[in-house]
């Protein structure tokens, strides 16, 4: 299958063999760890924006712009991955183009300035979580069709505990240490040179033969009914996660607590990431694919509602704890769905597609959200999450009775029955 699989038998210390499936897990778990731990920054981007005196109106502006870059971007890396062959090379151009516009960001003055640096940055860090996503679910059903025992979730847990350390030791240094905010940005520079080491010694996205544009034929996608019912679903219930996490230092504030407490708040809720991503795999045999993204997809509507009730940081911490939990299932799912009804050849397009679809609806939440908090104040903004995510999921539950009714046939109807191992 690759490199890792097919070099020279390892031993461990004792001199037994290290069964392959354990070398991709310590890779690509390290890869999760160091990816994850990078885009912890984006917690810290409304603290950073309103730290240097931008308004509520000005961050919304700024982030409806992130996720206008979020759209052009995503589908363009998506489809050059494709094109390639390879994800991995793209990743590290990804990489190297956010960690260099992370350094020059502390050196822009003024909101024009900041929030030019800031789309370019998007550019090149919003399609990276689709791309690893990408190349880790290719590799885990690979290594499955060879038996080996290996899931997307037991991989990705590993970024949420990133993500946690990162965002703690942000907190701590920031809160507690007296740094600067440009502190978290100068941190994805450190992991993101960590990442890019990890590519060029991960060649496992085994170099396909480069593919012509016109032979992709990506206007299947868009002819695909449950492919478009589930972006739009996914546009949905996305926005809100977006602009309420964006805007949660606010709410952080709003009960009293300092906005540098974000970081102490998703590191959290990251953790509680960690066992539903183990999880995941054993879920995923008992229930369809569908049943768990609908679960999901409901607790995210009733932690919106939650935050509209919060009167301390400690009960902001708690509907966290509710947010990680579905998150991590929500994450593995969704990725996996994509996955299976997608053609092979469009993996990459088709999950950078749906992130894409994401800054659509996260462009739409954010250019309204700051008017929704200067006019009715950061807790009507989470019920307006909740109203969005409430027809998302009345949406999504009826468009599978329709397709049945105009005849169309699911791409994957094993997904509507059990998910098998993610």
Not at 130 to 157: C, F, H, P
Not at 168 to 174: P, V
Not at 393 to 415: D, E, Y
Request: hydrophobic fraction near 55%; glycine fraction near 8%; aromatic fraction near 14%.
């Amino acid at each position: 299958m690759d490199n890792l699989t097919e070099s020279k038998v390892r031993l461990d210390r004792r001199g037994r063999i290290i069964p392959p499936h354990r070398k991709l897990l310590a890779y690509f778990s390290s890869l999760e760890f160091f990816f994850w731990a990078a885009m912890a920054t984006n917690s810290f981007v409304v603290v950073y924006l309103s730290a240097k005196g931008m308004s509520n109106v000005g961050i919304g502006i700024v982030l409806a712009l992130n996720n206008l870059m979020t759209i052009v971007g995503q589908p363009i890396w998506g489809v050059v991955s494709d094109k390639m062959g390879s994800t991995r090379k793209v990743l590290i151009i990804c990489v190297a183009g956010a960690s260099l516009m992370s350094v020059i960001l502390p050196l822009a003055y003024g909101d024009i300035p900041m929030a030019t640096v800031m789309a370019v940055m998007t550019f090149f860090r919003m399609p990276l979580t689709a791309l690893v996503d990408s190349w880790v679910i290719q590799t885990t059903n690979e290594s499955q069709a060879q038996g080996m025992r290996l899931n997307y979730g037991s991989i990705r847990l590993w970024g949420s505990i990133g993500f946690a350390a990162a965002s703690f030791s942000y907190y701590w240094l920031i809160n507690q240490g007296g740094a600067p905010y440009e502190t978290a940005f100068y941190g994805f520079v450190f992991f993101g040179a960590v990442m890019i080491v990890l590519c060029l010694m991960l060649k496992s996205d085994k170099k396909k033969a480069s593919v012509p544009l016109k032979n992709l034929h990506i206007g299947r996608l868009f002819k695909d009914y449950y492919f478009i019912t589930f972006m739009l679903f996914y546009m949905c219930i996305s926005m809100p996660v977006n602009f309420g996490a964006s805007f949660l230092p606010k709410l952080v504030e709003a009960v009293g607590a300092h906005s540098e407490e974000i970081g102490m708040v998703v590191a959290v809720k990251a953790l509680m990431e960690v066992p539903m991503l183990f999880l995941s795999a054993k879920l995923a045999k008992r229930f369809s694919l569908i049943k768990i993204i609908f679960t999901v997809a409901a607790l995210y509507m009733i932690e919106q509602f939650l935050y509209f009730f919060a009167q301390n940081v400690f009960q902001i911490i708690l509907v966290q704890c509710l947010h990680g939990m579905a998150f991590g299932l929500y994450l593995s799912c969704t990725v996996s769905y994509i996955f299976s009804i997608v053609p092979r050849e469009l993996n990459a397009t088709g999950q950078t597609l749906c992130a894409a679809a994401s800054g659509v609806s996260a462009m739409i939440g954010s250019s309204v959200s700051g008017w929704i908090i200067d006019l009715w104040g950061i807790r009507m903004l989470y019920v307006f999450g909740g109203v969005v995510q409430l027809v998302a999921v009345v949406f999504f539950l009826l468009s599978f009775p329709i397709g049945k009714m105009l005849g169309l046939q699911h791409p994957n109807p094993a997904t509507l029955r059990r998910a098998g191992e993610l």
